[in-house]
């Protein structure tokens, strides 16, 4: 059993090198059927869901991964991370501290820390956890970019030109060098009137990390005004908009960055997010239906769930199907394709393959809120089918 488990993890680590990242997740997932408590396969599909942004599902299994194994810092850690992006941070700050009280050396738990305190407007915490990534390195510029950006928060721009400066030479050509340059405030820090039409875009990317929403939005307009066909501007608006429950101008802002780069389907699918929130289903389904045409998504099991979903709600049931199956077939463990479809065999008065979803749900090893969703679904469908003449 252990060496058959050994070939399968070897083939989904193959996998994951050359991008194939469903592959090794369902070779992974099949792995656990033959020991669901190997803490290594765990662990690796926590990391790999991690990086596919499915922050939930990561939790979920690297909660296992710290059940059998106490101190493993690092899933601890990367729990911490992903409540992060889930913004739960008083979660997030739980199991980063437990990953430190294991490993006190843990360079990316301060810097962590420091950056949900920056988030929270936690300042004087963020700058406390930002000096112990530096006193564990003193060359560490992610932790001196993020001191940077809280003295620029602060009104302290030549305290954060010290740390900007201190990443550009370190890093003068990487991804935060680049950023460090465009972050270097003047004095007075009026952007407009110093024309340094890039700061705008910086200032504006700062204020969004610190969740000022309203003035990221503000920076972003002003940026437009000059570079009005930047469509990673109207993006990033529209990503503010979005935070700052502006739904409409955020749709505006998606459709602007499209215009602007009708090749990026990071942008339909964004923007169909967004149309499935607010309820417009024939728009979902035109939008993604153009990104599929541009390419890149038809391994993606978001769009097809999306997709059927919409057709459901429009009571096109056989589409619907058509499209939640496929989302199934990449991803056998998307509980959301298999609701509603579940929801679209109900429709169809189809009860045996309805209740095979639902069971598969409820039977799930993780805990999931659809589990209730489900068994109120049949209750639902129970008393609409007694209801009936």
């Not at 530096?134 to 740390?163: M, V």
């Not at 009005?228 to 109207?234: E, G, M, Q, T």
């Not at 009708?262 to 389904?285: F, S």
Request: hydrophobic residues 40%.
């Amino acid at each position: 059993m252990k060496e058959r488990i050994k070939k399968i993890h070897s083939k989904a680590i193959s996998c994951y090198r050359q991008n194939r990242y469903e592959e090794a997740i369902q070779l992974w997932r099949k792995a656990l059927e033959f020991d669901p408590h190997e803490v290594e396969i765990m662990y690796s599909l926590g990391l790999v869901l991690f990086e596919l942004k499915r922050y939930q599902e990561s939790i979920d299994y690297l909660k296992e991964v710290a059940a059998y194994s106490p101190d493993h810092y690092k899933a601890l850690m990367v729990i911490g991370t992903a409540y992060i992006k889930l913004r739960k941070f008083e979660l997030a700050e739980e199991y980063l501290k437990k990953s430190l009280q294991i490993n006190p050396n843990n360079t990316l738990a301060y810097l962590n820390l420091g950056a949900i305190y920056s988030i929270q407007r936690k300042f004087e915490q963020g700058i406390e956890f930002f000096e112990k990534a530096l006193e564990l390195n003193p060359q560490e510029t992610r932790a001196l970019l993020g001191l940077g950006k809280i003295y620029t928060l602060t009104g302290n721009p030549e305290k954060a030109n010290e740390y900007f400066r201190r990443v550009i030479e370190l890093e003068p050509d990487s991804p935060l060098g680049n950023y460090a340059k465009k972050a270097i405030t003047t004095s007075t820090r009026d952007l407009a009137d110093s024309q340094n039409i890039d700061q705008l875009f910086a200032e504006g990317f700062r204020y969004f990390l610190g969740s000022f929403y309203h003035e990221a939005i503000k920076n972003y307009q002003n940026y437009l005004t000059y570079k009005p066909r930047d469509d990673l501007a109207h993006y990033a608006l529209a990503e503010s908009q979005l935070r700052a429950g502006q739904l409409k101008k955020a749709f505006v802002s998606f459709r602007n960055a499209i215009l602007n780069n009708p090749k990026n389907v990071l942008y339909y699918k964004e923007l169909a997010i967004l149309l499935d929130k607010i309820g417009e289903a024939q728009d979902v389904i035109e939008i993604l239906n153009k990104a599929l045409k541009i390419g890149n998504l038809e391994n993606d099991a978001v769009v097809f769930t999306l997709l059927g979903k919409n057709y459901l709600k429009l009571g096109k049931y056989e589409e619907a199907i058509a499209h939640l199956k496929k989302a199934i077939r990449f991803d056998k463990n998307n509980l959301h394709a298999r609701f509603e479809l579940a929801k679209a065999y109900f429709k169809k008065q189809n009860e045996n393959l309805a209740r095979e979803q639902i069971d598969f749900i409820i039977n799930f090893p993780l805990e999931s809120p659809l589990k209730k969703a489900a068994q109120e679904l049949v209750t639902q469908s129970a008393v609409a089918s007694y209801s009936q003449p």
